[in-house]
Nanobody, 126 residues
Framework: QLQLVESGGGDVQPGGSLTLSCAAD???????????IAWFRQAPGKERESMSC???????VVPTRVKGRFTISRDNAKKTVTLRMSRLTPGDTAVYYC?????????????????WGRGTQVTVSS
């Protein structure tokens, strides 16, 4: 079991950058390294969508729609996953969630992740 806490959200102007962090507290005997960690986002009135994921071995999976703008990385020693976002647009405005699953590989499906943080708001506007 994991507890996840997101941080780093806020207000930013179009074209700006933000870095989100997801810190984990491992509550079971499982190793943090055994979890694939993902970032999802949900805008008002829209479904939750996958933004990035990183496997247990550090292999990133970044959707084509944000490739080149979003970068995901993990630091197992600090039990933290970071999402760096650049060239932000108003369309990136959403609540961003990190999620974890005890699996080698990533998934783009929210229902395959049993552990979730509470989210952090990102608002892109001028």
């Amino acid at each position: 079991q994991l507890q996840l806490v997101e941080s780093g959200g806020g207000d930013v102007q179009p074209g700006g950058s933000l870095t989100l962090s997801c810190a984990a507290d491992v509550l079971s005997e499982d190793s943090y390294e055994a979890y694939a960690i993902a970032w999802f986002r949900q805008a008002p009135g829209k479904e939750r969508e996958s933004m990035s994921c990183i496997s247990t071995r550090g292999g990133p999976v970044v959707p084509t729609r944000v490739k080149g703008r979003f970068t995901i990385s993990r630091d197992n020693a600090k039990k933290t996953v970071t999402l760096r976002m650049s060239r932000l647009t108003p369309g990136d405005t959403a609540v961003y969630y990190c999620a974890a699953r005890l699996h080698y590989y990533c998934s783009a499906f929210a229902d395959e992740f049993p552990y979730w943080g509470r989210g952090t708001q990102v608002t892109v506007s001028s």
